[in-house]
């Protein structure tokens, strides 16, 4: 089974990475922040928050002993943090200061790779953190980026919707055209090489705005030419696709969706066999032999529905049964997997208890206000409080959300017939908790600058057709060499309109608030 054992409430803007080492969970957020915590309790670490790049941070990679973070922003910044003292340790510019949109680590941390939304490749040394070769695809973003298991090679996904596989030398080996239909969004290798006579193999997911989740083979021959050959498509989701990892041991692949929930699969299941062939792994450093399987499809295990909006991120735990999936709803949800997790065959499970922000506990909470919760919302929140003994009275009388807000001591001795005086305080702390998370739930998205993710006082129109701060903006402009921030497409004109109905918008949001 697999068990929501808490949730992180500490960015102040959508995730948009999780990352696990070891003993570290960190995770990045268009707040322009990084979150560090430890694994043993999800505690987070006294140097955490990590401040210093200047707009949202859009990845996070742990090097492989697990003392760096990596982090990439729209800052056109990869920055090396320290996990001792949360220092800073270097900072790198991506060639062409556009905003960088994705990195990845080698296996060995030898190698970093940085991708831009112009379409540029940066291969970094990474010890020396110097830069060893840059590449460029015409008329994208790159978006996606993963290194092989024997750190040779990596994959990387763009914007245009195709996958192209490179070694170390920026020779481009492979190109997977349309492999996604309107654009890649994460690709991610399987931990294992599989080889035999003249090819060496490796297993890839991909993701992307078709909806699909997609498995593929990555060939590469003695002779030095390499194929792709696509395994399965997974269907489980009905909206596009916005992150794919697999677990440490290769066995399960997870997924998180626009639709607002997470996939986990069984990627190695013993169904009936497409081919098997007794292989001899080649790569610098091993040599193993064993049997190679191809199974008929990737078995759904379950379907996770608790965030509130688009899931951005996924990440499974080296060392312990525990993944994690990032959202646009600004939480961080921690998964335990146990034995016999199977057995629930694809079906969504059911919301369950989840420890808050700062120790505030939210638990059963369904949706975002507290006055669409349904009955049965409201029975799961108390069972979760440990209020279960409430539980018959609430559905007796059809207590909803909007009923729970409205309930005062009176009601609670005269009508529900609650004799306890203790309970009956305890329950009215805890709906007014409720009430102060409503208020404090966040600021609509459209009120926020896509550069800065704060709430605009002067906002304008840029030729794009997007608001911004003006500061912001111009700020932009003097330094990106008149790109849109949205679509990365030049600005026809440095004319900024100013949005005064979206600015009387933020003025009635601010005086209700």
């Not at 763009?158 to 690709?187: F, P």
């Not at 030095?224 to 399960?252: E, I, N, R, W, Y």
Request: glycine share 6%; with cysteine; proline share 4%.
């Amino acid at each position: 089974m697999t068990t929501l054992i808490c949730t992180l409430q500490h960015h102040r803007d959508e995730v948009n990475w999780c990352a696990f080492s070891a003993r570290l969970l960190a995770t990045c957020s268009g707040d322009k922040t990084l979150r560090v915590y430890s694994t043993s309790d999800f505690s987070e670490l006294p140097f955490s928050p990590l401040s210093g790049h200047g707009y949202s941070v859009h990845c996070c990679r742990f090097s492989a002993c697990g003392q760096f973070l990596v982090s990439c922003s729209t800052d056109a910044t990869i920055m090396v943090w320290s996990m001792v003292s949360g220092e800073i340790e270097a900072v790198m510019e991506h060639p062409g200061r556009s905003p960088v949109r994705i990195c990845a680590l080698s296996p060995d941390s030898v190698h970093l790779v940085s991708g831009a939304s112009d379409g540029s490749i940066a291969l970094w040394d990474f010890p020396s953190k110097q830069l060893f070769r840059t590449a460029a695809v015409d008329d994208t973003t790159m978006v996606a980026c993963s290194f092989s298991p024997c750190g040779q090679l990596f994959m990387t996904g763009s914007t245009y919707g195709d996958l192209r596989l490179w070694d170390l030398s920026m020779n481009q080996l492979h190109a997977e055209k349309n492999a996604h239909d309107l654009g890649v969004i994460c690709c991610t290798f399987a931990p294992h090489i599989h080889s035999g006579g003249h090819v060496v193999q490796f297993i890839l997911a991909s993701c992307g705005q078709d909806t699909h989740l997609k498995i593929w083979a990555v060939n590469k021959f003695i002779s030095g030419a390499c194929k792709m050959q696509l395994l399965h498509t997974l269907t489980g989701h009905s909206a596009p696709v916005l992150s794919c990892a697999f677990s440490s041991d290769g066995q399960l692949l997870a997924s998180g969706s626009v639709d607002k929930t997470v996939t986990v699969y069984d990627a190695v299941s013993p169904f009936p066999l497409l081919q098997m062939c007794s292989v001899i792994i080649y790569c610098p450093g091993l040599m193993m032999g064993f049997t190679l399987f191809l199974q008929n499809s990737a078995v759904l295990l379950h379907t996770l529905s608790q965030h509130e909006r688009y899931v951005t991120a996924c990440a499974f735990s080296p060392t312990s049964p525990l993944f994690a999936t990032g959202s646009m709803d600004k939480t961080v949800n921690i998964w335990r997997l146990e034995d016999g997790s199977s057995g629930h065959g694809g079906k969504s499970l059911a919301e369950s208890v989840l420890t808050t922000n700062e120790g505030r506990s939210s638990a059963g909470r369904s949706k975002l206000l507290v006055t669409d919760w349904s009955e049965e919302d409201v029975s799961e929140w108390l069972l979760a409080e440990g209020l279960g003994e409430l539980v018959d009275k609430f559905k007796a009388n059809n207590i909803d959300g909007t009923e729970l807000l409205s309930l005062t001591k009176e009601t609670l001795a005269s009508e529900l017939l609650v004799e306890s005086v203790g309970l009956r305080s305890k329950l009215l702390r805890k709906v007014e908790e409720v009430k102060n998370y409503s208020v404090c739930s966040g600021v609509p998205d459209e009120f926020l600058c896509p550069i800065t993710r704060e709430l605009m006082r002067e906002p304008v129109i840029a030729a794009d057709g997007y608001s911004y701060e003006r500061e912001a903006i111009e700020s932009w402009i003097n330094t990106k060499n008149r790109s849109s921030p949205m679509t990365n497409l030049p600005l026809l004109t440095t004319l900024l309109t100013p949005n005064h109905t979206l600015k009387m918008a933020i003025g009635r949001w601010k005086t209700s608030h």
